[in-house]
């Protein structure tokens, strides 16, 4: 079983559409991180979040880590068709030394 | 760019052979993690070096084994192939100790993909 659970799976939507990917864990952690992965690529890295209750922006990507630290959601507004691709979330527990990813959401924005 | 690179970038091994994949870290990090991602699937941890020295290891066998050296760059070997490891391998360098602090970044090469036939 996944210690981080991602929804949806797969979304896909037309350009100019709003869309939010969740991730979810019963745990808390100390940090979490969402990546965006092109296929045959490594994972880019978007943002950390570190404090419970934190919102961060990025251009049209805004980032919320919840209040108790096991969950956090990805919001992107007017979605653009470079917006498509994998959507990772990825945290670190206590004072683990490794990251632990979610399965992933595939994001598909058409033209 | 994240300055981590991997090679090779594809690759295709037959059952039962063994394997070495290479990764030179961005200048200055001091510590490598070697992730596994099956299709479909988010990376899972195999295991982490840090100045030489394996730090952590994830739910793999052995037969996943690796090296850091002195420059930090890094080598995953997986001996006895199986079909089940075929898989996109990643690694991702950062400036970190023994424990990952919270919000240290983790900048990933462009992996290697690993066919077993």
């Known amino acids: 079983t996944q210690l981080l659970e991602q929804s949806p799976q797969f979304l896909s939507i037309q350009e100019g559409e709003n869309l939010t990917v969740y991730c979810n864990s019963s745990?808390?952690?100390?940090?979490l991180q969402w990546y965006r992965q092109e296929p045959g690529e490594g994972p880019v890295l978007l943002v950390t979040?570190?404090?419970?209750?934190e919102v961060k922006k990025l251009k049209r990507l805004t980032f919320q880590f919840g209040d108790a630290r096991k969950d956090s959601s990805l919001h992107i507004t007017a979605a653009q068709p470079g917006d498509t691709g994998l959507y990772l979330c990825?945290?670190?527990?206590?004072?683990?030394?490794?990251?632990?990813f979610g399965a992933g959401t595939t994001v598909t924005v058409r033209a | 760019e994240t300055g981590v690179t991997q090679s090779p970038t594809h690759l295709i091994k037959t059952r039962g052979q063994q394997v070495t994949l290479r990764c030179s870290s961005q200048?200055?990090?001091?510590?490598v993690s070697w992730y596994q991602q099956a299709l479909g699937q988010g990376p899972q941890f195999i295991f982490q070096?840090?100045?030489?020295?394996?730090?952590g290891r994830g739910n793999f066998p052995p037969r996943f084994s690796g090296l850091q050296f002195p420059n930090y760059s890094s080598e995953l070997n997986v001996n006895a192939l199986e079909l089940d490891d075929s898989a996109l391998y990643l690694c991702?360098?950062?400036?970190?100790?023994?424990?990952?602090?919270?919000?240290?970044?983790?900048?990933f090469g462009q992996g290697t993909r690993l066919t077993v036939v």
């Open positions: 991702a360098s950062s400036l970190a100790g023994r424990v990952l602090p919270s919000g240290t970044e983790a900048f």
């Open positions: 745990s808390v952690f100390s940090s």
């Open positions: 979040v570190v404090t419970g209750g």
């Open positions: 990825a945290g670190v527990l206590g004072n683990d030394y490794k990251l632990s």
């Open positions: 200048s200055g990090h001091n510590t």
């Open positions: 070096y840090y100045r030489e020295e394996e730090n």
